[in-house]
């Protein structure tokens, strides 16, 4: 990915939280993935703490190497942030009050929070008279857009959702329109059910026969593997990069999930709108994760119709119907059992289907029989009510991510 | 933070799919807490992705400046991993195959995963001739542990629960080994329900007569904000901090949900646990982003028997026994609702203690009424059924975990 001669940049963040492992960095992520997709190559991630020396030397390497350097962090209210008078004296500039900034904190503090302004808050409005200042509309602290020896340095507030509304309705559109950017080509497809290492077998052939401007690259997250194609060099033929896009799918096709760059919740929830049906799920193991997953995309409500996170066995038979000789006779964690509980929730809920997950998530709990990461997924609608089995060899988190992921697959192949 | 004289460490993260915004990086947060919990420092973070250049010169610059360097990432099976070799020649060794490391890739393709074992899968148990080999418990990939100029580098792969393994069996104890080092006492608690600024406006006073040793942080997440106190130098006095922590929690007593350093999750199962009780909970827009909070946690069966996620009328009619009434009357977002949806999760699973929400979560579905952001909490137990409502302002992730905390925060007290 760093082969071609496109513009880089450089993402810092600021902020002892990061260091002390109490925040973990959503925003660099998605930063990378949002300059990626304008043909912006992110060469270093930097993270570092609210430290004056640590600060201005990250500036002066980072300013070295590439042509756009993002900041996030430091601007909030409390006394230990130092980022804007650093950057102030960095680029040579004075702190004067920014008149938009300050109505915007007038306006939120009076109007939305309907709470006393304190000092502090008025001091969010203040910014270095040599900056070009990006109004906040989620939050209190404004952003600053610097350029110094032809590089540009931005300066946003780490708090994720204000961070991510300059981005989209400033900063994106400001870099597009400097550096007049060809973006590159990117052509994805999920795959599940199968290794990185097994993948990259069945397709060394094909990635040593790619052109030098289309490179492939393996993206390995909770039992699935993204595939990447991009042309990094997109005007030289538009249609060489569906070609080999079009091989790879054929290459990879009993382990294909889509052929486009959506998550495995995302597919789940376009095939359920466009066959106009319904879901609900009966958790045992993932405890809900795999609802709150489906929660999180807006309209859901549309194609989601619930679940019962049936915990105890109580909850299997009271809310679900499940039987307790199924239970007794079989054990909770059985595929009898999940098919009784997909049944039990799409009756309960007149879904279309039900989904079911039962399984030994441990650190406890394990037997012979049934060890840590036995899982059984369950399937019902109208017409048939089936099950199937995984073994997970991992710890507690990750057995319950790659069991809500494998129950979705088991529902994306079977709802038809 | 960074005052100090203490042991120094860089964390550098390898890998393409970094920089592409693929993945997001949790291991860094893990060790950076991890190396604080026993005295060292973290000076920077840097993501870089698999590029030789840039590795090689990451290696050379934060060896300039830290005694210790962990890197994870880029010792994957796929093509493009070049960590290896360059670490093999950064170090000026050659590549060998280890026998142990051999034997454990053997053992997993034959015993654990039956599947074939491929060249490349063999070619992971090859290590620079010059480094101690860390053997991986839990994968294919072993580490590598390097001096060079007094600075420990130690390269690790990516995958979370590998690397983890790694840090606790053996980079952890060796750290501690090699350094002697005096861990820095920190004395933490969680408040909820105040803004960062309005509680450093609280604790300006505190702050400024805290000794040169002791340092105050803000570490705000998900409307909570935990204040972390730390002795730099704990031998001078162990009492110190003591009494700082003392005064600390009487200024903050209001908000105050623990004075430890637990989530909020920990602290309700530590209440169910001692007093011996249940929870069950319903979830409307939250759509199971509580229950998997809860279930996360290894051993919740003790306390937490299932929820039931309404997504749709229907689901709070007929599972839950809310009235048809009260959603027609009240609407499905109500304080009457959620009271009638927590008095029914109770009586269904034959919990103690009923948790319910209802909300408009965005970014559609809002009114002038309930816009969105707007936000129902119930509770119930034997002697009690009641509500609260909040207005949040922020998009829908963040709304759906800053009502799951607020409406754990509400059943913490209750539950009594």
């Not at 401007?213 to 060099?233: D, E, F, Q, S």
């Not at 106009?276 to 795999?290: F, K, M, Q």
Request: charged share 20%.
């Amino acid at each position: 990915m760093n082969v071609n001669n496109h513009i880089q940049a450089t993402i810092i963040t600021i902020g002892d939280e990061l260091l002390i492992g109490q925040t973990i960095d959503t925003n660099s992520a998605w930063m990378a993935s949002s300059l990626n997709k304008i043909g912006i190559n992110i060469k270093r991630r930097v993270a570092i703490g609210d430290d004056w020396d640590a600060i201005w030397r990250t500036l002066e390497d980072e300013g070295q190497h590439v042509q756009i350097i993002l900041i996030t962090g430091g601007l909030g209210p409390t006394s230990d942030d130092i980022t804007k008078p650093l950057l102030c004296k960095f680029f040579g500039g004075a702190l004067v009050t920014n008149q938009g900034a300050l109505d915007n904190v007038v306006d939120i503090f009076t109007n939305k929070l309907k709470r006393p302004l304190l000092e502090r808050n008025l001091k969010q409005a203040e910014v270095p008279d040599n900056c070009t200042v990006i109004q906040n509309k989620r939050g209190t602290a404004p952003g600053m857009w610097f350029e110094k020896n032809e590089v540009i340095y931005v300066s946003m507030p780490g708090v994720p959702h204000e961070m991510k509304g300059m981005m989209d309705d400033f900063i994106i559109p400001a870099l597009l329109k400097k550096f007049n950017v060809r973006p590159v080509e990117h052509r994805t497809l999920l795959t599940a059910g199968i290794g990185e290492s097994f993948l990259a077998e069945k397709l060394t052939d094909f990635e040593s026969e790619l052109p030098e401007n289309i490179k492939l690259a393996y993206l390995p997250n909770y039992g699935m593997v993204r595939l990447r194609l991009t042309n990094l060099h997109p005007t030289n033929n538009a249609n060489v990069i569906d070609e080999y896009f079009h091989i790879l799918q054929s290459k990879v096709q009993e382990f294909m999930v889509v052929n486009d760059d959506l998550t495995m919740q995302e597919v789940i929830a376009k095939k359920l709108l466009e066959s106009n049906t319904t879901l609900a799920v009966a958790e045992s193991c993932t405890g809900g994760y795999i609802s709150q997953l489906i929660t999180q995309m807006a309209g859901s409500s549309q194609y989601f119709l619930g679940s019962v996170v049936s915990y105890s066995n109580e909850m299997k038979q009271y809310a679900l119907q499940v039987p307790n000789e199924t239970i007794n006779q079989f054990g909770a964690v059985s595929t009898q059992t999940v098919e009784a509980m997909a049944e039990g929730v799409r009756k309960l809920s007149k879904a279309d289907f039900g989904l079911a997950t039962s399984g030994v998530m441990g650190p406890g709990g394990g037997s012979e029989e049934k060890p840590i990461g036995f899982v059984c997924v369950g399937f019902s609608s109208k017409q048939k009510t089936i099950s199937t089995s995984f073994q997970f060899r991992f710890d507690r988190r990750r057995n319950i991510e790659l069991t809500a992921i494998s129950a979705l697959d088991f529902l994306r192949k079977n709802m038809g």
